[in-house]
């Protein structure tokens, strides 16, 4: 039985992006590592290790995956054996956490995407290759939370793909500091994507890199699919406005979703929380 991934939309089937790789390079400004906060708790080795024992538990001796909707897409954290186009129901994406260093700044602080309740989403179910499963989930851990935090946001959901059912691992969904708090409008979001830059790059590039990365797979998500168009939109008017206007991208406010979490990599860094009380038994 083969399971849909995503509806194609007639308006994106075949469709050229509008926020380009030239438009991208327009955000990127050089912007030092921010010192890291002493107060903030992280994982030691000893953590990532037990974390390690717990997830694996919830596995047993089945295979290992992880669900990638985002950075993990383009940027895998391990050599992967095999890929599958999938679809995670009842979650959404959702650009809803602050970033204040990595593809922020405390500044203009950014955006990273999260899943939440509702709706569907598609992406990719990633296997990893390797026998040592220990040492595999290690480097997962390491590469997408930093403490407590992020391993609050950690869940198994159900997936469907062509091939069949399965469980993957999925990072921050549904994060618990963001669990009350609405859903940015489109438009908010992409005033801050399209100014927003740290260290490691820009909220533009991030945005550019996962639609890029859905398209080569074949997948469609209509709303990354606006928000490319808006976030190109937005990078026009802040850089090529008429002459006499101000010009450079000013700070856009963030009052609504602070927060004192830290981020590592292109992920929300910090949490806490066993996977087995927070499994999904009903995601799909």
């Known amino acids: 039985m083969n399971y849909p991934i995503h509806p194609h939309h007639e308006l994106t089937r075949g469709a050229s992006m509008s926020l380009t790789a030239d438009l991208v390079a327009l955000c990127h400004r050089d912007i030092p590592e921010p010192p890291r906060d002493p107060d903030a708790v992280r994982f030691t080795d000893a953590d990532y290790d037990c974390a390690a024992t717990e997830v694996?538990?919830?596995?047993?001796d089945g295979p290992i995956w992880?669900?990638?909707?985002?950075?993990?897409?383009?940027?895998?954290a391990v050599d992967i054996a095999e890929q599958r186009r999938c679809i995670a129901h009842g979650w959404h994406r959702s650009f809803c956490l602050e970033?204040?260093?990595w593809r922020g700044s405390p500044e203009q602080p950014?955006?990273?995407?999260?899943?939440?309740?509702?709706?569907s989403c598609a992406g990719?179910?990633?296997?990893?290759?390797?026998?040592?499963?220990?040492?595999?989930?290690?480097?997962?851990?390491?590469r997408e939370i930093g403490g407590p935090k992020g391993y609050a946001a950690l869940r198994l959901i159900e997936l469907l793909s062509d091939e069949g059912p399965l469980r993957a691992l999925c990072f921050y969904a549904n994060p618990p500091e963001v669990t009350d708090k609405p859903e940015l409008p489109a438009e908010r979001i992409a005033s801050i994507l399209a100014r927003a830059c740290g260290h490691v790059g820009s909220g533009a590039e991030y945005l550019f890199k996962t639609v890029a990365a859905l398209q080569a797979a074949n997948i469609q998500d209509p709303h990354l699919w606006h928000l490319q168009d808006l976030v190109a939109k937005e990078i026009?008017?802040?850089?090529?406005r008429p002459v006499g206007?101000?010009?450079?991208?000013?700070?856009?406010?963030?009052?609504?979703?602070?927060?004192?979490?830290r981020h590592q990599g292109d992920r929300n860094e910090t949490g806490a929380g066993p996977v087995t009380k927070r499994r999904d038994r009903n995601a799909a």
Do not use: C, N
């Open 56 to 60: 694996l538990s919830e596995f047993a």
């Open 236 to 240: 026009r008017m802040i850089h090529f």
């Open 99 to 101: 970033m204040r260093s």
């Open 245 to 261: 206007l101000q010009y450079g991208p000013a700070p856009v406010s963030f009052r609504s979703f602070e927060s004192d979490t």
């Open 124 to 142: 990719i179910a990633q296997r990893p290759l390797g026998q040592d499963r220990h040492s595999l989930m290690v480097r997962l851990l390491r």
């Open 110 to 119: 950014g955006l990273m995407m999260a899943l939440r309740r509702g709706g």
């Open 66 to 76: 992880v669900f990638a909707y985002g950075s993990l897409l383009w940027k895998p």
